[in-house]
């Protein structure tokens, strides 16, 4: 079992900068691929970043791309994502989530998952 928490959200200007963080409990942090996604007021669920167990494969939303960035920590068994030069549209709030390695299912569906936070508020003004 893991349990994530993230922390980080707050209300900010369009063209600042947040990093979230996402803290997992257990010692197999490492065992886990890393993502994050963000729901809307009124949207679906989507995804955002992912980072491999290791960290050496990302892939990003296209919409985040060059603002967003993930990374890793397997000592502390947390993962961020810094946000820069934020917009209105990415007021959401922020899921992280982790998939064991060894199951099949696409990085960026939400049924790969295998446990999620609670989410992290970020909220936009232009």
């Known amino acids: 079992q893991v349990q994530l928490l993230e922390s980080g959200g707050g209300s900010v200007q369009a063209g600042d900068s947040l990093r979230l963080s996402c803290v997992a409990s257990?010692?197999?942090?490492?065992?886990?691929?890393m993502s994050w996604f963000r729901q809307a007021p009124g949207k679906e669920r989507e995804f955002v970043a992912s980072?491999?167990?290791?960290?050496?494969?990302?892939h990003y939303a296209d919409s985040v791309k060059g603002r967003f960035a993930i990374s890793r920590d397997n000592a502390k068994n947390t993962v961020y994502l810094q946000m820069s030069s934020l917009k209105p549209e990415n007021t959401a709030v922020y899921y992280c989530?982790?998939?064991?390695?060894?199951?099949?299912?696409?990085?960026?569906?939400?049924?790969?998952?295998?446990?999620w936070g609670q989410g992290t508020q970020v909220t936009v003004s232009s």
């Open positions: 980072i491999s167990n290791g960290g050496l494969v990302i």
């Open positions: 989530a982790a998939k064991i390695v060894l199951r099949s299912g696409s990085y960026d569906a939400q049924q790969s998952y295998d446990y």
């Open positions: 257990g010692r197999t942090f490492s065992s886990y691929v």
